[in-house]
C-alpha cells in the first residue's frame, strides 16, 4: 500500500489531519511528522525520514506538506533514503490532500494513481 | 589558512553570537516573517555545542557534517535546511582534511553558497541568506586576486556581507514567509542575511585572533 506523511510545522495539525484521514481510510499506512522533537513549532528532517520509513512498504510514499520549511525538511529526508524515485512531495491543501490521498491508497491504488488524485486535490472546490 | 582549532573556534564562536543575537535576530523576523529565527538559530547552535564534543577529534569534513546534520534536525524553520546544507556542502567538499588551505576555504564557502542555491531554489536579490552570503564571498575572492591575505580577505569578507544586509532594506521580498508581505518588507532588513553576516564576522575575528 502507498505510505502517506505529513508534514507540519505543527505537530497538531499533523496529527489532526492524520486523525480525520483514519476516520476515512482506518487502514491507511499514515504518519504524522509534525513539529520538533520537543513538540515546538518547526519541521525536523530525522522525524519526516522515520515517518517515511514507517509507511513505506515498497509500494511508495507520498508527503503532504503545509509551507515553508516544510517543503526543504522533506527534500533533505528524501536525499537521506536509498531510493526516492518513489516518494514524492504533493503540492496540495494538506488536509484535503492527506483524506484524499489516504482513501485512494487504502482501497489498494497504486503510487502513481495516488499521486495523480492529489493533483487533483489542489484544484477541489469545496462549494 | 585555517587549522582544526580554528575551524572549531568558530563554531563556537558563531554558535555564541546566535546566543547573544537571539532577540535581535527574532525581532527583525517578527517584522517580516515568522517571528523565530532568533529562537531558532540558537536552538539549533545550542545542540550543535552540545554535539561538538563528540566529533572534535575528528576530520574538519566530519566536524562540518555533524554541525550541519545537527542543525536541519534541531532548528526547526527554513534556516534549518538551508544552514544545515551548507554546512553539510562545506564539509563534502574538505574532505579527510585535517587543516585548510586558502584554496580549501574558498571551495568550502563556494560550495556552502551552492547548497543553499540549491536548496532555496533562491538567487541573489530576492532578500534572502544569499544577500549577504554572495557579496561577502566575492570580496573575499576579490582581495584575494589583489594579493591581500587571507585574514585581510576575510575582513573585507565582513563588511561586504554588513552592506548586503543594507542592500536587504531596499528590495522586496520574493522568498520565504516575507513574500506575503510583498512592499510591506521593503524598509526591513532580512534576518537571514543578518544572521549569514554574523558568520563572516565570526569568521573574521577566528582569522583576527589566529594571525592567519
Known amino acids: 500500500m502507498v505510505g502517506i506523511v505529513v508534514v507540519s510545522h505543527s505537530q497538531k495539525v499533523a496529527e489532526g489531519a492524520v486523525e480525520l484521514a483514519r476516520q476515512m481510510a482506518p487502514e491507511a499506512r499514515i504518519a504524522a511528522a509534525g513539529g520538533m522533537e520537543d513538540g515546538s513549532i518547526g519541521t525536523d528532517v530525522s522525524k519526516i525520514l522515520a515517518a517515511i520509513e514507517a509507511v513505506e512498504e515498497g509500494d511508495g510514499v507520498v508527503i503532504l506538506v503545509d509551507l515553508g520549511s516544510a517543503v526543504m525538511s522533506s527534500e533533505m529526508a528524501m536525499e537521506m533514503l536509498n531510493d526516492s524515485s518513489h516518494v514524492k512531495i504533493i503540492d496540495a491543501p494538506i488536509v484535503e490532500g492527506t483524506i484524499f490521498g489516504s482513501v485512494e491508497a487504502s482501497i489498494g491504488s497504486s503510487f502513481e494513481e495516488v499521486v495523480e488524485v492529489l493533483a487533483g486535490a489542489k484544484a477541489y472546490k469545496k462549494f | ?212
Open chain 2, 1 to 212: 589558512m585555517a587549522t582544526k582549532a580554528d575551524v572549531l573556534d568558530f563554531i563556537r564562536v558563531y554558535a555564541d553570537k546566535m546566543a547573544e543575537h537571539r532577540q535581535e535576530l527574532t525581532d527583525y523576523d517578527q517584522a517580516i516573517g515568522d517571528g523565530d529565527h532568533g529562537i531558532n538559530m540558537s536552538r539549533g547552535f545550542k545542540a550543535v555545542m552540545e554535539k561538538l564534543p563528540t566529533v572534535e577529534e575528528k576530520n574538519i569534513d566530519d566536524i562540518l557534517k555533524a554541525v550541519g546534520m545537527t542543525l536541519v534536525s534541531t532548528v526547526g524553520g527554513a534556516s534549518g535546511p538551508l544552514y544545515g546544507t551548507a554546512f553539510m556542502k562545506a564539509g563534502a567538499a574538505v574532505k579527510g582534511k585535517e587543516e585548510l588551505s586558502n584554496e580549501d576555504i574558498l571551495l568550502a564557502l563556494d560550495e556552502a553558497v551552492g547548497g543553499i542555491q540549491f536548496r532555496g531554489k533562491a538567487v541573489e536579490g530576492e532578500k534572502t541568506i544569499l544577500d549577504s552570503m554572495i557579496p561577502a564571498i566575492n570580496a573575499i575572492k576579490a582581495s584575494l586576486a589583489d594579493g591581500k591575505t587571507m585574514a585581510e580577505a576575510l575582513v573585507a569578507g565582513e563588511s561586504a556581507a554588513w552592506n548586503g544586509v543594507e542592500y536587504t532594506k531596499t528590495i522586496i521580498a520574493t522568498k520565504g514567509r516575507a513574500s506575503y508581505l510583498g512592499e510591506r518588507s521593503i524598509g526591513h532588513q532580512d534576518p537571514g542575511a543578518t544572521s549569514m553576516a554574523y558568520a563572516f564576522q565570526a569568521i573574521n575575528e577566528v582569522a583576527q585572533k589566529a594571525g592567519n
